[in-house]
């Protein structure tokens, strides 16, 4: 309350001056995360590419599984198969529209490294490899898929990023030397094609899921590849032998449903939320993963060395998920 002075009564009159009008406090732009929303963003990519990793441990395990009962092209072609039935599935119950032609490219990429390359190339590296030699030399596929996709989308991860994703791959190396007593075998070579292919299609992916959801991308690309599927498992099954056993036909549907579609939904979707190359670090732990399995699954003995490379493996980890991408 102010006092005033009244031009017709020496009385003061007590009036109440109006509030100053409050300024609202603007609202957060349209489409601009908050700082907690942002967050919780990276914590759900995170998990579930975590839940990618893990499937994909199970992947070679379930692949010498499924040798039991076929052979190294019929069990791709056929695993091919079955996956591209089950995202042809999920994406003509919800209706989901035809990808722009501009993506088509993107996708066929994406086909061709993670649905056809890299399981061709490891099942057949399976042959004469085990499970836990091959894990730790795909173990550099989170180095490769940084490389690819610092060039593809032009980012460039920090010096204390690079670092950590080069110490921990030299850890892999050096894992992988001592396991194989330094020799470059046929399947060593398989391996490291299927590297190549693997990271390009990872890139790629993890660019269109930015546009599109990640099951999409992954249930297109198989889509596009089914009759290239079709056609493989009608001539493989009429070549190769298959003796079908419980451990044939777990593994079949392992790789099938597990590694191939449930595997890269969540981790494309993952990717899309912390990052192709933060992500790609995560897979660091996957070759670890997969000794354990393939100890517990199959039987095979792993050196003492596994531990100490797990240990280094997981700082690592720890490392790139603290620096900027």
Known sequence: MTAQNSATTPNAIAVETPAAPRTPTPAPASGTPTPGAAADRRGMGTLLASLGVVSFSLTFPSTAWGLESFGPWSLVAVRSTLAALIAGAFLLALRVPVPDRRHWAGLAVVGGGVVVGFPLLTTLALRTSTTS??????????????????????????????????????????????????????????????????????????????????????????VMCLPLAVAGSAVALAYEPVRLTTHGVVGLVWVAAGSTFFGLYVWYRGMAAVGIARASQLQLAQPLLTLAWSVWLLGESVSAAAPLAAGAVLVCIAVTQRTGS
């Open 133 to 222: 030699h091959a894990a730790v030399v795909v173990g550099l596929l989170p180095l490769t898929t940084a490389v690819f996709a610092a060039v593809r989308t032009g980012r460039r991860p920090s010096r204390a990023f690079w670092a950590a994703a080069l110490a921990g791959a030299a850890v892999v190396i050096a894992f992988t030397v001592q396991q194989s007593g330094g020799d470059v075998s046929a399947g060593d070579l398989y391996l490291f094609g299927a590297l190549l292919v693997c990271a390009a299609g990872y890139t790629e992916g993890g660019r269109l899921a930015r546009v599109m959801p990640g099951w999409q991308v992954i249930g297109w690309a198989l």
